[in-house]
């Protein structure tokens, strides 16, 4: 396939192959600590994934491993487990197509540790599955790491009893926040990084600028995508030039639909830049865009009002104007409400209610969260405890208790929510709970 004819994220993932190919091919190394931004590494992961499928480039199979960091001295033994578990859970789809599937670990020998028995499993399971594979490669990916530097010794005790020709680890590892420094001097000669740099901040706008034809929609695009990687490089400069030429365009399209993911796409940037105050002045012109696409009967104009009204909101709860936000989110619940939407419209109130508290005015509060327990029993009853309602009810609890010392209110109270979300409603916000 000539250069042309691939776009840029196919010759992005062309790149990362050939960083692999020359790692995989080095027969002194063991271990790639791959670097990169975030979304550098979503790519890598993208090309780990694709080795699964017929069109994967490598004549390795990766297996991903996401056992948490907690305890070193246990860390080997939950790779043993996974590996096993995946395994087992793989049998019946490789017997399906035709791959034989009765591969058994080996049993573990006295006092050997749990490192040397994950070694030799995987060096086990390669051999029964050579015809299939030149290597496995253990991807690790702990879901959770509590100490670096204990990770980082791991690995290189690890390297040091020796992993075989046929074994490979790869370690993804964020460029923002990385956790193995000095891995390459502390294992030399069989670790190296590689620094993935694979800008793919430019492959998205480059994606954008030659998708589709020539015009307007194409240059909008190209300015959209413009302003969120400025965003997601916190460059709040180059959002707002990048968000004025996307306006620009919309304005003169008469495009009020594309000016209001504008509007919003800087607000997002605004907020993540903790600027919430300027976000609050985007998210109101994200409302006026809503209001004129409405006036053009555009379908979804009530849903667009809908979602620029509470992004108004989460902005005035970011900056603690909570009587504003208050205001806002009643204002939201009657749109919502025209939407037929009742998640958004218990999510309305229940904010209402929350920053009316927030703001001292309890009965404010009180009234709209009698109103959030209305839309809350308008969701299917299966619905109701993973929904937002729980939160509800421990705020008019609060309330409750904080004005009256009445038994008789609160069991009626109590009643209505055990009906409403089911017994035992209050786990959901137990300490550690979060409202989705």
């Not at 087992?88 to 789809?93: L, M, Q, S, T, V």
């Amino acid at each position: 396939m000539g250069e042309g004819a691939r776009n840029a994220i196919e010759r992005r993932l062309e790149r990362v192959a050939e960083l692999w190919e020359a790692f995989a091919g080095d027969p002194t190394l063991r271990l790639l600590r791959w670097r990169g931004v975030l979304d550098d590494l979503r790519l890598v992961d993208l090309f780990i994934d694709l080795q699964s499928e017929e069109i994967g480039t490598a004549p390795d199979v990766f297996v991903r491993l996401i056992s948490p960091f907690e305890h070193p001295t246990r860390y080997a033994g939950t790779l043993v487990s996974a590996l096993l578990e995946q395994y087992d859970a793989a049998r019946a789809d490789l017997t399906a197509r035709g791959i034989a599937a009765e591969w058994q670990p080996p049993a573990a020998a006295a006092d050997e540790s749990d490192e040397s028995l994950l070694l030799r499993h995987a060096a086990s399971f390669q051999a029964y599955h050579a015809e299939r594979m030149q290597c496995l490669v253990l991807v690790l990916t702990p879901s959770k790491v509590t100490d670096n530097q204990a990770l980082a010794a791991w690995l290189v005790d690890l390297l040091g009893l020796g992993v075989p020709a046929t074994l490979r680890l790869l370690v993804p590892d964020p460029a923002e926040a990385p956790r193995l420094d000095g891995l390459d001097e502390r294992a030399s000669g069989l670790a190296v990084t590689i620094d993935a740099g694979l800008d793919m901040s430019g492959a998205l706008e480059e994606l954008a600028r030659s998708e589709g034809e020539e015009g307007p929609a194409r240059l909008f695009r190209v300015h959209l995508v413009s302003l969120a990687n400025a965003a997601g490089k916190g460059n709040v400069t180059a959002a707002k030039l990048a968000a004025r030429r996307a306006l620009g365009v919309a304005k003169k399209e008469d495009w009020p639909d594309q000016a209001l993911v504008a509007h919003m796409s800087l607000a997002a940037a605004y907020l993540a830049a903790s600027r919430p105050n300027d976000a609050v002045g985007c998210y109101r012109k994200a409302a006026v865009a809503a209001e004129a696409a409405a006036a053009k009967e555009h379908p979804a104009a009530a849903k667009l009002h809908v979602t620029a009204a509470m992004g108004e909101g989460a902005a005035l709860v970011a900056a603690a104007r909570w009587a504003e936000a208050a205001a806002v989110y009643e204002r939201t619940a009657p749109l919502a409400e025209a939407t037929s939407d009742p998640v958004m419209l218990l999510e309305a109130w229940r904010m209402a209610g929350y920053c009316h508290e927030q703001a001292g005015a309890d009965r404010d509060a009180w009234r709209c969260g009698q109103l959030a327990l209305d839309a809350g029993n308008r969701l299917p009853a299966e619905q109701r405890r993973q929904s937002t309602l729980p939160w509800v009810g421990q705020m008019l609890q609060r309330l409750l208790r904080r004005h009256y010392q009445d038994e008789d209110r609160a069991q009626a109270l109590d009643a209505r929510l055990d009906g409403l979300i089911g017994a035992g409603w209050q786990q959901a916000v137990q300490p550690g709970a979060s409202a989705p």
